[in-house]
């Protein structure tokens, strides 16, 4: 996906894009593949080209660096002291787990992912670490128990259907109509 410069160009964006993920390095210095949204590569593309010709190129250099000079390769260290500035601004407290709590949420409540799918994009090596984010937050809970009372008025005020003529089975008529019992 990246060319001898180390940067990817359009054309090599392309079947990753079908494919719907990137290439990241993992803490310990492996390759893996992470699903990325057709945006992500935009906004990659975008960043590529705002630093073009102020950051060293190839395939062993970082993707991302620092936006101020002099451009060092962006760290962890680096990004959460960027996060420290923005919070000083914006009377703020996030961190960059924050960004991934958020985005484990967002994906725990997709009912096209199971917890296992997300479990493997989190990089968790047990499900019981991915469960945490099973949590409802308190405004999904009342709204909930909400629509069930709502739910339960409504059976309640349904009228209720007169006895069977004699000689017919209840249950019978259940099955035939398409009644629970």
Do not use: C
Request: charged fraction near 20%.
């Amino acid at each position: 996906m990246v060319g001898e410069d180390g940067h990817a160009e359009v054309d090599q964006l392309w079947p990753a894009i079908g494919r719907g993920s990137a290439e990241a390095v993992e803490l310990g210095g492996g390759g893996i593949e992470v699903p990325a949204s057709a945006d992500a590569f935009v906004w990659l593309r975008l960043y590529q080209q705002e630093v073009h010709g102020h950051v060293p190129r190839g395939r062993t250099q970082p993707v991302w660096w620092t936006r101020r000079s002099p451009f060092r390769p962006l760290t962890y260290h680096g990004a959460h002291r960027m996060f420290e500035r923005v919070n000083a601004s914006l009377g703020a407290n996030w961190t960059l787990h924050d960004l991934r709590h958020s985005a484990a949420v967002r994906m725990v409540g997709d009912p096209k992912l199971t917890l296992a799918d997300v479990q493997w994009v989190l990089g968790h090596a047990h499900l019981s670490a991915t469960e945490v984010y099973l949590t409802p937050r308190k405004d999904e809970v009342v709204a909930g128990v909400l629509a069930h009372h709502e739910r339960h008025a409504r059976e309640r005020s349904q009228p209720v259907p007169p006895p069977p003529a004699p000689g017919y089975n209840p249950a019978s008529l259940d099955v035939l109509f398409g009644r629970l019992p």
